[in-house]
């Protein structure tokens, strides 16, 4: 009907405005974590191979598929900030593209009925995707990864039993893409295999169909993984702590933030289900999607959340959530009750423009980590001796600008000892933040750092510690008489958009560390 294709027309417009704009709005963000692995990256196209510092090996990243791919581009001459950027933007590009794809190709609603584009617009609209799609990390591709996967594996367990190999592929992928991935895949073999036994069907040939392609990503990269790092998880998962009560209430209250934040999925989620539910029309492809989408939320209540913008680690269910949505609504979802859907659609995902939420402010720019991280790693490069090592917090954008130096994580991210160290006494509230829990102030000492890095990434004094490394260091009682406190005023008027960040917006910027007593 005529109308509705104006409303086709208008949606798309709509969902295109808003997503252009986000684009323009957040282009500029870059987060301090994407160095880590472009310091990586960085090391094994000079030849040093996939390691942090030349000579250690210690797998202080969880993307390995990212971090191959961002080093394919970097050796083809792509510059590995901006190869970051493209593989986020093109997995952004190739999501929206596939969604479009599976709304038409499953002909769930016709094509005159813009009904089927419901995901699509969630999905593109959403500024917390769009802001990673330019942050750097994997996040959108494990996204990407992670939606095609399980949908794919959906299409197998509701009879294209073809499509197994392929789900099982994807999931491997995403597994590689990181380790959470794999949780996806345990819940897609479980629901898949007690689906096909109540069915009577030949369950085993079809799991094995699944089964095979993941192990065989999964196994080949496990073996590379032990042979070259001796480990058989990443340096990261050690790094991070354990689980505990206080942890998993950090989680619930990063939950609520996404609750809250535009264009409030979660909420939406939660009236379309109890529709379906009144309406007494609930099926197997809900109960499967829920079911990955409450698993995941719940792995990342219990790691506490993220300390970085726009809820990062549920970018990766935000896609399975809008199929929902649209899966649940889709009574509603055919004539002129579609528009109205549409309509109040609408007005959530434009909101976001006047009202971004909390969760996503300053999300403009790089994070302030990144960018007085930059400026210190390219000081230190240039007035440091080279080869020195340097003990340090930020691990990201400082080390990856001073390739010509040595660092030593006191977080652990990087370092084996502290990453091992258990059990590890809990002695400041800082160490509650997910990443930030490890650290062993007597082995740095005794590594015997030329410099010390303590706070920020610009640098504060030690005795104001935050993390465990510092704190344990000042109770050394040689640390006064060994290191010696300097402070060093540097110019940032050469550095675009200074004025935005606190520590630089006089004009200079204090960078303050610690220099071993020769």
């Known amino acids: 009907m005529r109308y509705q294709r104006v409303a086709f027309l208008i949606i798309i417009l709509i969902a295109l405005t808003v997503c252009g704009y986000g684009f323009w709005h957040y282009h500029g963000f870059f987060t301090d ?6 310091r990586y990256c960085r090391n094994l196209l000079d030849g040093h191979g996939l390691v942090w510092n030349p000579g250690e090996r210690v797998e202080g990243y969880s993307n390995f598929l990212f971090v191959v791919l961002v080093g ?3 050796w083809l001459g792509i510059d590995l900030v901006l190869a970051a950027e493209i593989i986020g933007i093109l997995s952004f590009a190739a999501l929206l593209s596939y969604l479009v794809w599976r709304g038409r190709h499953t002909r769930t609603f016709e094509l005159d009925d813009p009904a089927w584009l419901l995901p699509t617009v969630l999905v593109g609209t959403s500024y917390c995707m769009i802001i990673w799609s330019c942050g750097g990390l994997e996040t959108v591709l494990f996204s990407f990864l992670v939606t095609v996967g399980v949908l794919t594996s959906l299409d197998a367990i509701s009879g294209q039993p073809r499509t197994s ?8 992928l995403a ?13 897609a073999a479980c629901f898949y295999l007690v689906h096909l036994i109540r069915r009577r069907e030949n369950a ?3 799991l094995i169909a699944l089964l095979v392609p993941f192990l065989l990503i999964v196994g080949a990269h496990e073996i590379w993984r032990f042979s070259y790092y001796r480990e058989l998880l990443p340096n990261t998962w050690y790094a991070k702590g354990v689980f505990s009560w206080t942890r998993l209430d950090m989680g619930f209250r ?3 933030g996404f609750a809250i934040t535009q264009p409030v999925l979660l909420p939406v989620l939660l009236l379309a289900l109890i529709y379906r539910a009144i309406a007494r029309n609930w099926n197997l492809e809900l109960t499967y999607l829920l079911l990955c989408v409450v698993a995941f939320i719940a792995y990342v209540m219990s790691i506490g959340g993220d300390h970085m913008l726009a809820y990062r680690p549920l970018i990766a269910v935000i896609p399975l959530m809008a199929v929902i949505i649209a899966k649940a609504l889709e009574p509603l979802l055919r004539g002129i009750r579609a528009i109205v859907v549409f309509s109040v659609i ?13 969760g996503i402010q300053g999300a403009e720019r790089p994070d302030g980590a990144a960018y007085c991280g930059e400026i210190v790693g390219k000081y230190i490069s240039a007035n440091w001796p080279a080869g020195s ?6 691990a990201g954008a400082t080390p990856y600008f001073a390739p010509n130096l040595q660092f030593l994580d006191m977080l652990g991210l990087n370092d084996k000892t502290i990453a091992h160290r258990d059990p590890t006494p809990m002695l400041l509230p800082y160490q509650i933040v997910p990443g930030h829990a490890k650290g062993d102030g007597q082995y740095v000492f005794n590594r015997r750092p030329d410099y010390i890095i303590a706070g920020p990434s610009n640098g504060s004094d030690i005795f104001h510690a935050r993390t465990l490394s510092e704190y344990e260091i000042t109770r050394i009682y040689e640390f006064r008489s060994r290191y010696r406190l300097k402070i060093v005023r540097l110019p940032v008027q050469q550095f675009s958009d200074y004025t935005s960040y606190t520590e630089t917006k006089s004009g200079e910027m204090l960078f303050t560390y610690y220099e071993r007593v020769r």
Not at 389 to 394: F, Q, Y
């Open 72 to 74: 394919l581009l970097g």
């Open 204 to 206: 085993g040939s079809r």
């Open 346 to 358: 609408a007005v959530i995902v434009i909101a976001q423009i006047p009202f971004p939420g909390r």
């Open 389 to 394: 090592l340097v003990a340090l917090n930020s």
């Open 165 to 172: 190999v392929m789900a099982g592929l994807l999931l491997g």
């Open 175 to 187: 597994t590689l893409t990181r380790p959470d991935g794999g949780l996806f895949f345990v819940i």
């Open 33 to 38: 974590d994407t160095y880590i692995s472009l």
């Open 254 to 256: 990063y939950l609520i």
